[in-house]
């Protein structure tokens, strides 16, 4: 069983477009997190929820917004992508807030063309 | 907030030998330290972490240090092997907000 999954692995998109990627973790854990990891290997955090609730915002445009249903899946849309959107996007989840103990997903790779 | 600095930004050593990655914090509120290592196209993976009230930790061949005074926390790997390869990253945490991420160190380990 993956501990932390993203679907989907790959992007490819249009400038434009609008897209969602979803996470979903079997760890129990009460927090999640979304990462972007650009070409620099920099990993900048994004989002944090604990519990459903926001508890992180990063300065981050407002055409990215996320979205947790229940404390196991947190997703993330994004609108009209730009070029500098693409980068590694990582969900990751941890058993409480401060990112302890944080396990990652295996990434999802968008490349907006 | 936290600012989290690694050096060297890339390291290369020969199969066998030691390496050393140091982090220095900002914050002297954080007391947590992970190190992840993430390969070629894979996700970070937790390898060793430190809590404040401790020094040093090991794991089989990999150790932390940690320097709260000097607020700065090393990760130490010995007989290092071809699949000790990839990127390292160091973090600090205060345990009630985010992880903040190093920028990452290149380790090449020459056969």
């Known amino acids: 069983d993956t501990a932390v999954s993203q679907t989907p692995k790959y992007l490819v998109t249009q400038m434009g477009n609008d897209k969602s990627i979803k996470c979903e973790q079997n760890?129990?854990?009460?927090?999640m997190y979304w990462y972007k990891q650009d070409s620099k290997k920099f990993l900048k955090i994004m989002f944090s929820y604990n519990n459903k609730e926001l508890i992180i915002n990063e300065t981050v445009p407002n055409r990215f917004s996320p979205k947790s249903p229940d404390k196991a899946h947190l997703n993330l849309h994004i609108n009209s992508l730009e070029l500098g959107d693409s980068a590694v996007y990582f969900c990751?989840?941890?058993?409480?807030?401060?990112?302890?103990?944080?396990?990652f997903g295996q990434g999802t790779r968008l490349t907006v063309v | 907030g936290e600012n989290v600095e690694q050096h060297p930004s890339t390291l290369s050593v020969q199969e066998g030998d030691s390496a050393v990655i140091k982090c220095t914090y900002s914050d002297s509120a954080s007391n947590y330290f992970p190190w992840y290592k993430q390969e070629l196209g894979k996700r970070p993976q937790l390898i060793i972490d430190?809590?404040?009230?401790?020094g040093e930790k090991k794991d089989q061949r990999i150790a932390v240090t940690l320097n709260k005074t000097a607020k700065h926390f090393s990760l130490h790997i010995t007989e290092t092997q071809p699949e000790d390869s990839a990127v390292y990253f160091c973090a600090a945490s205060t345990g009630n907000n985010r992880l903040a991420f190093g920028k990452g160190n290149q380790v090449v380990v020459i056969p």
């Open positions: 990751a989840s941890s058993p409480s807030q401060g990112g302890v103990g944080s396990f």
């Open positions: 430190i809590r404040s009230n401790v």
């Open positions: 760890l129990g854990h009460d927090t």
